[in-house]
């Protein structure tokens, strides 16, 4: 079974540009995931889907993020425009259903570093 | 403020030595998971726990629920240099409705065993 894609896996931008990260879930999946994991800190959930609508995005600074997930399978998370304090791994995760009985399967992360 | 609060941060160890990481939090959670990360992927889940004072072993590695749900510990005896990485807890805050699966890391535990 494929895991959970993401791409580009590494990406530099200056200060006020805009940039953009893919995630693929596992096929199936109906729940994603995007995760912020800023260096030394655990990933902080940043939005929820369920299919294609959103569940939870409190903690998205949405100002400057966005994130679509249009047909329900794979997602964009877009940013503009980045700051310095948005680099950071961004994490995609999938499960099967939300809840602690579907476990989450994250994908290998996008590094971006802004500068 | 960090709801989920994991000590020590940084762990260092000889190879063979027993070890204890702990993940507190003023809290309850409906459910508590234990995950490891390792340089360049995602975080792979280790064990959830749901029950208060619930205790759960695989292989190597005892995790215990406290009592209240507010706290867990991760025990690795005879750690092995395979045992190297970054392990996350992360609470589950509600039951079903609004935002369930939403998981709240704690900032990680860093540990090292060397040969």
């Known amino acids: 079974e494929a895991g959970v894609a993401q791409s580009p896996r590494y990406k530099i931008i200056e200060k006020r540009q805009s940039v953009a990260f893919w995630c693929n879930p596992i096929?199936?999946?109906?729940?994603l995931y995007w995760y912020q994991q800023i260096l030394g800190q655990g990933p902080k959930l940043l939005i929820q889907?369920?299919?294609?609508?959103?569940?939870?995005d409190s903690q998205l600074p949405k100002d400057r993020f966005s994130a679509e997930r249009l047909k329900g399978v794979d997602s964009t998370l877009k940013i503009q425009p980045a700051k310095l304090e948005d680099s950071a791994v961004y994490l995609c995760?999938?499960?099967?259903?939300?809840?602690?009985?579907?476990?989450?399967?994250f994908g290998p992360g996008t590094r971006l570093t802004v500068t | 403020t960090q709801l989920l609060e994991q000590s020590p941060q940084f762990l260092s160890i000889q190879e063979g030595e027993n070890l204890t990481v702990y993940c507190n939090s003023s809290s309850v959670f409906s459910s508590l998971q234990w995950y490891r990360q390792e340089p360049g992927e995602g975080p792979v889940l280790l064990v959830t726990v749901v029950t208060g004072g619930e205790v759960k072993k695989l292989k190597r590695l005892t995790f215990q629920f406290g009592d209240a749900r507010k706290d867990s510990s991760l025990h690795i005896t005879a750690a092995q240099p395979g045992d190297t990485g970054l392990y996350l807890c992360?609470?589950?805050?509600?039951?079903?409705?609004?935002?369930?699966?939403?998981?709240?890391f704690g900032q990680g535990t860093i540990l090292t065993v060397h040969p």
């Open positions: 096929s199936g999946h109906a729940t």
């Open positions: 995760a999938s499960s099967a259903r939300p809840g602690h009985d579907y476990e989450q399967y």
């Open positions: 889907f369920q299919n294609n609508g959103v569940v939870d």
């Open positions: 992360a609470g589950e805050i509600g039951g079903v409705g609004t935002s369930y699966g939403k998981l709240t």
